[in-house]
């Protein structure tokens, strides 16, 4: 069970990281865009 936890963690996590590096992704492609 921990080690099914654990795993689930670290997927939340790696879900938290992408979904911020797309947002940060989508913010510098609206500032290019907005010339």
Not at 22 to 33: A, L, P, Q, T
Request: with cysteine; aromatic share 18%.
């Amino acid at each position: 069970m921990s080690t099914t936890y654990s795993f689930l963690s670290f997927c939340s996590v790696l879900n938290k990281l992408t979904l911020q590096k797309s947002k940060i992704k989508m913010k510098y492609s609206k500032k290019k865009y907005n010339y």
